[in-house]
T-cell receptor
C-alpha cells in the first residue's frame, strides 16, 4: 500500500497522560500536514512541514502540542498532559510540495479519546 | 473564524438526481479550491479541485462551478448514486500558507434508492 499511513488508528488515554502519533507520508512527498477533526466538523489545520522544516503552525496548536519530522520522512505529533477537549480524529496528509503538487492525500487518521 | 462557509449541512437526494453543495469564501488570496469526500471512519479523499482562473471543471459525474466575483463555488453530482452517500467538504487554500487547507463544515449527503 503506497498511501499515507497513521499509527495507531485508535488511542484511549486518561486525562493528563502524554500521547504520540505517527504518520508515514507517501514516498517522495515533501510536504506533510497535520489536521484535527472533531465530530461533525471539517478538519482544522494544525501544522505543516516542508521536508524536515516546520513552516507554519496554527493558533490551535497550543504549547502542549509538538510535531516533528526529523529526517523529512515520517512525522510524529505529541500531545502532553492531554485534556478531554483533545478528543478528536488526528489526520495526516502529504503532498508533493514545491514541484507544484497542491493535492493533499490523507491518511485514515488516529482517533483519540481522552477519558 | 470560519474562512469557508458551506451549505447545506445535510442533503437527501433520490437516486439519479442532482446533488448540489455550495461554498463561499472571503479571502481573495485563496487560489486553490478542492472538494473532498469522506466516509465514516476514513480520511478525506480528494474528489475534484479547481483554480480561480477557471469557471467550471468536470470529471465524470462531478462538476465544480466557480464564481470568482461572487467568491462562491459549488459541487454538482450528476446521476447521484447510493454509493455517493458520504460527507463532502469544500476547502480553500493559498500558496503563501503552503496550501494548508481551510475546510467548510461539511455536507452529509444521503442518496436514497
Amino acid at each position: 500500500d503506497t498511501g499515507v499511513s497513521q499509527d495507531p488508528r485508535h488511542k484511549i488515554t486518561k486525562r493528563g497522560q502524554n500521547v504520540t502519533f505517527r504518520c508515514d507520508p507517501i514516498s517522495e512527498h515533501n510536504r506533510l500536514y497535520w489536521y484535527r477533526q472533531t465530530l461533525g466538523q471539517g478538519p482544522e489545520f494544525l501544522t505543516y512541514f516542508q521536508n524536515e522544516a516546520q513552516l507554519e503552525k496554527s493558533r490551535l496548536l497550543s504549547d502542549r502540542f509538538s510535531a516533528e519530522r526529523p529526517k523529512g520522512s515520517f512525522s510524529t505529533l505529541e500531545i502532553q498532559r492531554t485534556e478531554q477537549g483533545d478528543s478528536a480524529m488526528y489526520l495526516c496528509a502529504s503532498s508533493i510540495g514545491l514541484a507544484g503538487g497542491r493535492e493533499q492525500f490523507f491518511g485514515p487518521g488516529t482517533r483519540l479519546t481522552v477519558l | 473564524q470560519q474562512q469557508v462557509k458551506q451549505s447545506p449541512q445535510s442533503l437527501i437526494v433520490q437516486k439519479g438526481g442532482i446533488s448540489i453543495i455550495n461554498c463561499a469564501y472571503e479571502n481573495t488570496a485563496f487560489d486553490y479550491f478542492p472538494w473532498y469526500q469522506q466516509f465514516p471512519g476514513k480520511g478525506p479523499a480528494l474528489l475534484i479541485a479547481i483554480r480561480p482562473d477557471v469557471s467550471e471543471k468536470k470529471e465524470g459525474r462531478f462538476t465544480i462551478s466557480f464564481n470568482k466575483s461572487a467568491k462562491q463555488f459549488s459541487l454538482h453530482i450528476m446521476d447521484s448514486q447510493p454509493g455517493d452517500s458520504a460527507t463532502y467538504f469544500c476547502a480553500a487554500s493559498r500558496v503563501n500558507s503552503g496550501y494548508a487547507l481551510n475546510f467548510g463544515k461539511g455536507t452529509s449527503l444521503l442518496v436514497t434508492p
